[in-house]
């Protein structure tokens, strides 16, 4: 499990380099063609970790509803991120993370619930929802890298 | 005793892994099926590359990833390592009949990794710290890195089709 969350760690570092340096007006920007702007991949990225990684393990999140339902699969942007809300995202990013690396130490995961994700893969254990979780993060960032060249 | 129940474990959880990898294969597929030749080859305004570059990208790195840094031969020829590996672009369109070898490989690298993992081959690698800093220590790690590496192109080929 350590293997997987080093990759997740490399991963979050990516995102958190990829949007330096953008203005708040630039990562709220939804270029034409796309469903979505910079912001919305970061903290897609967060709650959907959040849920595969601890919702199916039947154990807390560290996000609210309220972000849950802004960012979940199948959402779109629908109103621009204030900086607060930015500044709450980008802690995330990285806190998450820490957080999931503490609870693997403690052997928090014991229990999980059979998913099948929107790409057709079930997870089956918590082993794989993290390492599936690692390729999820992979595509947004690839979706990151292609919309930053447009905002 | 102990060391071939945890040598059994480590590879339930890598075979966990390879099923990643086969669901990304199948994604590329996906898309890959969906256009003309001509789509695949082209280059949107404000990308580097094509469709088709970031497939043969996809199954160089991972080659390159998992075997070479073993020290073992490739499933590749040396010319599809060279217009296909890191800092490399599209120079010219690919044909129907490298796209055709393309399809194939998608399959045959990964069905080929899995067989050699459980036989046991991969047995040394030469540590590597890939373009975005992470430190790669085995081929048990390229395994799981490649798949982070594999999604991050299938993004970027989710939107270049949005431009084709």
């Given at each position: 499990?350590?293997?997987?969350?080093?990759?997740t760690?490399?991963?979050?570092?990516?995102?958190?380099?990829?949007i330096?340096?953008?203005?708040?007006?630039?990562?709220?920007?939804?270029?034409?063609?796309?469903?979505?702007?910079?912001?919305?991949?970061?903290?897609?990225?967060?709650?959907t970790?959040?849920?595969?990684?601890?919702?199916?393990?039947?154990?807390?999140?560290?996000?609210?509803?309220?972000?849950?339902?802004?960012?979940?699969?199948?959402?779109?942007?629908?109103?621009?991120?204030?900086?607060?809300?930015?500044?709450?995202?980008?802690?995330?990013?990285?806190?998450?993370?820490?957080?999931?690396?503490?609870?693997?130490?403690?052997?928090?995961f014991?229990?999980?619930?059979?998913?099948?994700?929107?790409?057709?893969?079930?997870?089956?254990?918590?082993?794989?929802?993290?390492?599936?979780?690692?390729?999820?993060?992979?595509?947004?960032?690839?979706?990151?890298?292609?919309?930053?060249?447009?905002? | 005793?102990?060391?071939?129940?945890?040598?059994?474990?480590?590879?339930?959880?890598?075979?966990?892994?390879?099923?990643?990898?086969?669901?990304?294969?199948?994604?590329?597929?996906?898309?890959?099926?969906?256009?003309?030749?001509?789509?695949?080859?082209?280059?949107p305004?404000?990308?580097?590359?094509?469709?088709?570059?970031?497939?043969?990208?996809?199954?160089?790195a991972?080659?390159?990833?998992?075997?070479?840094?073993?020290?073992?031969?490739?499933?590749?020829?040396?010319?599809?390592?060279?217009?296909?590996?890191?800092?490399?672009?599209?120079?010219?369109?690919?044909?129907?009949?490298?796209?055709?070898?393309?399809?194939?490989?998608?399959?045959?690298?990964?069905?080929?990794?899995?067989?050699?993992?459980?036989?046991?081959?991969?047995?040394?690698?030469?540590?590597?710290?890939?373009?975005?800093?992470?430190?790669?220590k085995?081929?048990?790690?390229?395994?799981?890195?490649?798949?982070?590496?594999?999604?991050?192109?299938?993004?970027?080929?989710?939107?270049?089709?949005?431009?084709?």
């Amino acid at each position: 499990m350590k293997d997987i969350l080093e990759v997740t760690k490399t991963s979050r570092n990516m995102v958190s380099k990829l949007i330096q340096g953008f203005t708040l007006e630039q990562l709220n920007k939804v270029p034409a063609g796309f469903k979505n702007n910079l912001i919305w991949n970061v903290a897609h990225i967060i709650v959907t970790q959040q849920v595969l990684v601890y919702k199916l393990a039947g154990l807390p999140v560290m996000v609210s509803d309220e972000l849950i339902e802004k960012y979940k699969k199948g959402t779109k942007t629908e109103h621009e991120a204030s900086q607060e809300e930015v500044d709450e995202i980008l802690s995330l990013l990285h806190k998450t993370i820490e957080q999931t690396v503490i609870d693997v130490e403690n052997n928090l995961f014991q229990n999980f619930t059979e998913y099948p994700t929107s790409t057709g893969f079930v997870l089956k254990n918590n082993f794989d929802s993290m390492s599936f979780n690692n390729f999820h993060e992979g595509i947004h960032i690839g979706v990151i890298m292609a919309i930053r060249k447009l905002v | 005793m102990l060391n071939f129940i945890e040598n059994l474990l480590i590879r339930n959880k890598v075979q966990q892994v390879f099923e990643t990898t086969i669901k990304s294969r199948n994604m590329i597929l996906g898309i890959l099926q969906n256009y003309t030749l001509e789509q695949l080859n082209k280059i949107p305004a404000g990308f580097n590359n094509n469709l088709i570059w970031n497939i043969g990208h996809i199954i160089v790195a991972q080659q390159l990833l998992v075997y070479k840094l073993s020290g073992l031969p490739m499933m590749i020829a040396d010319e599809m390592v060279d217009k296909y590996k890191n800092g490399s672009k599209p120079e010219q369109d690919a044909t129907q009949e490298e796209l055709d070898k393309i399809k194939i490989l998608l399959f045959d690298t990964i069905n080929k990794t899995t067989t050699d993992y459980n036989n046991g081959i991969f047995k040394t690698y030469n540590e590597y710290t890939t373009s975005i800093g992470f430190n790669l220590k085995n081929a048990e790690e390229a395994i799981v890195y490649n798949n982070f590496h594999e999604g991050l192109h299938l993004g970027i080929m989710m939107t270049i089709r949005k431009f084709i």
